[in-house]
């Protein structure tokens, strides 16, 4: 995962010959020294120079079958994503509060003030696999599953800022967004003294985002953050849209989730299908 003594180390031509990698593995699962010159606009020894920097710090690694090739490790397109988040405002990356199934969620400061820097990990398994699997286009490669899934999210929580309580998105970079930190916290670790109270506000939240076109898909206590003032819904790479063919019973599927957890935990008994109803409605 992201070192930022690596990340100081980099220089200039070093973050040029990795945009240069990223971009060939566009096209190729493997991107040879002979093409990187001309994707990284540098002449050739120079391009070999930072290279072997780059193989040196583990952001990239090398093949020599069926050719001399290299292509980015997840570790490669953090430094990438990092750097473009520096140049505009993230200014400091700090403790890692959450390791989930598919991403690693920092703090950190952008434009001086604190925020979620999220790192998707989707596609991390299958990126490991894909190395052994033959012609593979460069588009099933994990970082580009992370970057779609992170621009999914991103999206996502464009779309219904304002009108559902969702985190704002503050930026985003290749697989990383960058986004406030939900008050309070995690549903699953919190005990509430109002749980009724709390699920309404929850269904209130899903209602909202259904209005909007929006199902959530991964609806739980682990991605419901609650406070004081109310709830906040995160995680939302896996959402759907209402017109979708799965979306009833994914819907269903999270209103359940949350009924199942107030039911086990406070002994709240609701009916499932009106509150499926309700939401619609
Ligand atoms: N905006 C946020 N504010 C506070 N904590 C967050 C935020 N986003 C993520 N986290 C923390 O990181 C964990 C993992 O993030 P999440 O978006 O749920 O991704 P995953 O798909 O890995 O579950 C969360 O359970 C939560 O503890
Ligand atoms: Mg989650």
């Avoid at 100081?8 to 010159?37: T, Y």
Wanted: hydrophobic share 40%.
């Amino acid at each position: 995962m992201f070192d930022s003594t690596i990340f100081k180390k980099l220089e200039k031509n070093d973050f040029r010959v990795l945009v240069g990698i990223g971009v060939g593995m566009r096209n190729h699962q493997w991107v040879s020294s002979e093409m990187l010159p001309s994707f990284s606009k540098l002449p050739f020894a120079e391009t070999m120079y930072r290279i072997n920097r780059l193989l040196r710090f583990k952001l990239i690694k090398k093949t020599t079958t069926p050719y001399v090739g290299y292509r980015m490790h997840f570790d490669g397109y953090d430094a990438l994503a990092i750097g473009a988040l520096s140049r505009r405002g993230l200014s400091a990356i700090g403790e890692r509060i959450g390791v989930g199934k598919e991403s690693v969620v920092y703090e950190g400061l952008y434009d001086r003030k604190p925020a979620i820097l999220k790192f998707h990990r989707a596609g991390y398994t299958s990126f490991k696999h894909v190395v052994r699997q033959r012609n593979v286009g460069g588009q099933q490669h994990g970082v580009f599953v992370a970057r779609d899934a992170a621009g999914r999210e991103h999206d996502a929580l464009i779309a219904l800022h304002g009108a559902v309580s969702v985190p704002r998105a503050i930026d985003y970079n290749r697989h990383v967004v960058v986004m406030t930190v939900a008050p309070g916290g995690e549903l699953s670790k919190t005990k509430v003294d109002d749980p009724d109270w709390f699920l309404d506000e929850i269904v209130e939240q899903v209602r909202k985002s259904y209005a909007l076109g929006f199902i959530h898909s991964d609806l739980s206590e682990y991605n419901v953050f609650v406070s004081p003032n109310g709830v906040e819904l995160i995680d939302w790479p896996g959402y759907v849209v209402t017109s979708h063919p799965n979306a009833e019973f994914l819907l269903a599927r999270d209103v359940l989730n949350v009924l199942k957890f107030f039911n086990r935990k406070y002994g709240v008994v609701r009916d499932c299908e009106e509150v499926v109803e309700y939401v619609k409605s």
